[in-house]
C-alpha cells in the first residue's frame, strides 16, 4: 500500500507543476477575455467583435505600459503607487515579494535588473546572491567604489531580501544563469536538476 502511494505522489510531483503552469497561463487569458469582452462590445459596432479580442487588446495594453513605464511623469506615478502600497500591512508583504519575484525578468532591454549569480561566504556557508549593481556612484564609497558591487540576497519563499555592498575579491562568480538561481532559492535549495544543485556548491 505504501508503495502504490508513493507511486501516486511521484505522479503528482511531476503533473503538478505542468499543470499549475497551464492552469495559470489559462486563467490570465480568459480573465483577461472576460474583463474585456464587455466594454470591447459596448464600444465597438455591432458584429466587429470576436473571441480572443480582449486578450489581443490586453496584451497590447501590457505592452503599451512597457513603452510608457521609460517616461518620466509615468515612472513618477508607478513609484508613487508602490509607495502606497508598501504602507499597508499584508498588502506591502505581498507585494514585496512579488516585486521581488519580477526582477529577474527582463527590464526593457536595458539588461536584467539582476545581472549576474555569485556565491558569497559568510563563515563556513555560503550564500547565493545577485549582482544588481557593477558601477556604484563614488559619492557612495569614494574610490573604494571601484572594487565594490550591490549583491541582493533574496530570502527563500520570497519573504524578503537584503542588498549588501561587498568588494568583489569576496565573491565567487557561478556559472548558474539568473533564472535557475531564482528558482532555486525560491524553493529553498530544493532542485530536481542535480548539474544545477552541484554548481551552486
Do not use: C
Not at 17 to 33: D, K, S
Not at 72 to 86: Q, T
Not at 89 to 104: E, N, S
Amino acid at each position: 500500500m505504501r508503495r502504490l502511494w508513493n507511486t501516486f505522489l511521484k505522479g503528482v510531483a511531476a503533473i503538478l507543476p505542468v499543470g499549475l503552469t497551464i492552469y495559470v497561463v489559462y486563467w490570465l487569458a480568459t480573465t483577461a477575455e472576460s474583463m474585456l469582452s464587455g466594454p470591447l462590445r459596448i464600444v465597438l459596432p455591432r458584429g466587429h467583435y470576436w473571441p480572443g479580442l480582449g486578450l489581443l487588446v490586453a496584451f497590447l495594453f501590457v505592452l503599451l505600459v512597457g513603452v510608457l513605464v521609460d517616461a518620466y511623469v509615468v515612472r513618477r506615478l508607478f513609484r508613487f503607487g508602490e509607495s502606497l502600497l508598501a504602507r499597508i500591512p499584508i498588502v506591502k508583504t505581498i507585494f514585496g515579494a512579488l516585486k521581488d519575484f519580477t526582477r529577474f525578468l527582463p527590464a526593457g532591454g536595458k539588461g536584467r535588473d539582476l545581472k549576474r549569480v555569485v556565491l558569497w561566504r559568510f563563515g563556513s556557508a555560503r550564500m547565493v546572491g545577485f549582482v544588481t549593481e557593477d558601477h556604484l556612484n563614488p559619492k557612495l564609497f569614494g574610490a573604494a567604489s571601484e572594487d565594490i558591487v550591490a549583491v541582493y540576497f533574496p530570502m527563500s519563499y520570497q519573504i524578503g531580501g537584503y542588498t549588501l555592498y561587498l568588494h568583489k575579491s569576496e565573491l565567487e562568480e557561478t556559472q548558474l544563469s539568473v533564472e535557475e538561481a531564482m528558482r532555486m532559492v525560491l524553493i529553498g535549495g530544493v532542485t530536481s536538476q542535480p548539474g544545477v544543485e552541484g554548481a551552486a556548491r
